[in-house]
């Protein structure tokens, strides 16, 4: 996850933010959004409207940045739904009018 945050295109349209169980704040958080596994990624829009919630491990990595990369080309569709987006089986975003095909690849 650490190299996602590091990534040049990617933080020009998202803020990252760790957060560590050690705190109760943080504890409190990931108990009322449901937070089954850890490592987890969760994306907000900028109005504090979820988009997005997924396990993060290690081998989601490619996903995840295909994810992120999609929801940044597709922002204004993104927008519009205004409400957790939904995830394909094999764990890529689905944005309503973008093809899921068009979506993977980006």
């Given amino acids: 996850m650490c190299r996602l945050a590091d990534?040049?295109?990617?933080k020009q349209h998202f803020v990252f933010a760790k957060a560590s169980l050690e705190?109760?704040?943080?504890?409190?958080w990931v108990k009322a959004e449901g937070i089954r596994g850890i490592?987890?990624?969760?994306?907000?829009?900028?109005?504090?409207?979820k988009l997005l919630g997924m396990g993060a491990s290690f081998k989601k990595v490619d996903t995840i940045k295909s994810n992120l990369r999609t929801i940044a080309k597709h922002k204004d569709a993104v927008k519009q739904q205004q409400r957790l987006l939904?995830?394909?089986p094999n764990f890529f975003?689905?944005?309503?009018?973008?093809?899921?095909?068009?979506?993977?690849?980006?």
């Fill in 86 to 88: 939904d995830l394909d």
């Fill in 7 to 10: 990534d040049k295109d990617l």
């Fill in 23 to 28: 705190h109760a704040e943080v504890k409190e």
């Fill in 93 to 106: 975003v689905m944005i309503p009018g973008v093809p899921t095909a068009v979506a993977a690849s980006t």
């Fill in 39 to 49: 490592p987890h990624l969760s994306i907000y829009d900028g109005t504090a409207v």
